[in-house]
């Protein structure tokens, strides 16, 4: 009898995929991979690297990008617990209180009634109507120089160029000094608020 010979080599992708069955890892690599691959640093909680012209951090083991505003997110966004009395701030008036005096409304409604203990409650109620006023006051003299700036025509969602020009020169002065001079009055009422009230 002849020796039969078998006279095909085996290559290295076929032995593997034969030990592969035999072990019955029916999804295991045959190949090894070839390419580039990027180095990789391990990071910890709260560095900080640049990547890609990008400055990157890890919070809570999530990586994230920092932004030049995060410093203002942080103190805009309401927090889940009060950082005075860290009770939770889940009720309604706690988003009004937060904005206002950076506490949940209850430590407001403690904050207060120590002031009326101790007799400051006029001086403390007097900076927040004053301040309130002062505030309007601002955001209309914008308004008001806004106007004064605002141009005679306007440009339509269509591209349409409407002319907007039904009041007189002289009409639009007289609301503005009339504005101007309201707001002077506003500003004199407030200092005189302020200095009875003290």
């Given at each position: 009898?002849?020796?039969?010979?078998?006279?095909?080599?085996?290559?290295?992708?076929?032995?593997?995929?034969?030990?592969?069955?035999?072990?019955?890892?029916?999804?295991?690599?045959?190949?090894?991979?070839?390419?580039?691959?990027?180095?990789?640093?391990?990071?910890?909680?709260?560095?900080?690297?640049?990547?890609?012209?990008?400055?990157?951090?890890?919070?809570?083991?999530?990586?994230?990008?920092?932004?030049?505003?995060?410093?203002?997110?942080?103190?805009?966004?309401?927090?889940?617990?009060?950082?005075?009395?860290?009770?939770?701030?889940?009720?309604?008036?706690?988003?009004?209180?937060?904005?206002?005096?950076?506490?949940?409304?209850?430590?407001?409604?403690?904050?207060?009634?120590?002031?009326?203990?101790?007799?400051?409650?006029?001086?403390?109620?007097?900076?927040?109507?004053?301040?309130?006023?002062?505030?309007?006051?601002?955001?209309?003299?914008?308004?008001?120089?806004?106007?004064?700036?605002?141009?005679?025509?306007?440009?339509?969602?269509?591209?349409?160029?409407?002319?907007?020009?039904?009041?007189?020169?002289?009409?639009?002065?007289?609301?503005?000094?009339?504005?101007?001079?309201?707001?002077?009055?506003?500003?004199?009422?407030?200092?005189?608020l302020d200095t009875k009230l003290k």
């Amino acid at each position: 009898m002849k020796e039969n010979l078998l006279k095909k080599e085996f290559k290295y992708r076929d032995v593997q995929r034969a030990r592969n069955i035999i072990k019955k890892d029916y999804n295991a690599r045959t190949l090894e991979g070839v390419g580039y691959q990027k180095s990789f640093e391990k990071k910890k909680e709260g560095d900080i690297w640049e990547e890609d012209g990008k400055s990157w951090t890890l919070k809570n083991g999530i990586k994230q990008s920092v932004s030049k505003l995060d410093l203002v997110r942080k103190d805009v966004t309401k927090p889940l617990l009060c950082p005075s009395c860290s009770s939770i701030m889940n009720y309604r008036l706690d988003n009004k209180m937060w904005k206002i005096h950076g506490i949940c409304y209850d430590c407001v409604i403690d904050m207060e009634h120590k002031l009326r203990v101790l007799g400051k409650y006029a001086e403390y109620e007097s900076a927040m109507i004053t301040g309130n006023l002062m505030a309007w006051a601002e955001d209309m003299q914008v308004y008001v120089e806004d106007i004064l700036q605002e141009t005679e025509t306007h440009v339509t969602e269509e591209g349409d160029i409407e002319d907007w020009r039904s009041n007189t020169d002289e009409q639009k002065r007289k609301v503005l000094v009339n504005m101007q001079d309201y707001l002077s009055q506003v500003t004199k009422a407030v200092d005189g608020l302020d200095t009875k009230l003290k």
